[in-house]
């Protein structure tokens, strides 16, 4: 378990809760062989362990998020030469999303990247409407994979 704990943090935190709560389960049925320690509430050790995880897992999605809404303002604007602000705001969120990135970490953004494009296009559409109506509406088909948002892979800041 400290092996994953240095490569994966978050996969980690997910092990331990579910180790926690089996041990809880344990205590629960009157099991006593395995049940490593009397007075810890296992419970609700495994949801703040577990919310640890999570709380890593949610900041970088808001930072995906962010990205994606500029990646679609970028995309969608109209109005050329004033969007150096979204630029350089893409670049220090990707640095933070990048910091610490497991590949737990990178499997599940990548899951919630259908969820988090939504998201986005419709923020985006919603600021357009009063700032940029021009642009509207924006192409429902664009979309980038997480190596593309980082940076990693054919970048769209170029």
């Given amino acids: 378990m400290t092996q994953l ?3 994966d943090f978050y996969l980690w935190t ?22 490593r320690a009397e007075g810890l509430d296992f419970e609700r050790l ?8 999570q ?14 809404e500029l ?13 150096g602000g979204w630029r350089a705001t893409i670049i220090v969120r990707r640095a ?7 590949e737990g970490l990178r499997n599940r953004i990548a899951q919630e990247l259908p969820r988090l494009h939504e ?24 979309t980038w994979t997480l190596p593309e948002i980082l940076g990693e892979d054919n970048d769209p800041l170029s």
Avoid: C, M, W
């Fill in 14 to 35: 997910q092990a331990q809760a579910a180790a926690l709560r089996a041990e809880a389960h344990k205590l629960r049925e009157g099991v006593r062989e395995g049940a």
């Fill in 96 to 102: 933070e999303v990048r910091a610490g990135l497991t």
């Fill in 46 to 53: 495994a949801d703040a362990v577990e919310n640890i995880g």
């Fill in 71 to 83: 990646l679609f303002k970028l995309a969608a604007g109209r109005r050329r030469g004033k969007y």
């Fill in 119 to 142: 998201e986005a296009r419709a923020a985006v559409e919603k600021a357009f409407a009063a700032d940029e109506p021009e642009a509207l509406p924006i192409d429902d088909t664009l």
């Fill in 5 to 7: 704990h240095d490569q």
């Fill in 55 to 68: 709380s890593n897992l949610s900041g970088r999605l808001a930072g995906a998020r962010v990205i994606l």
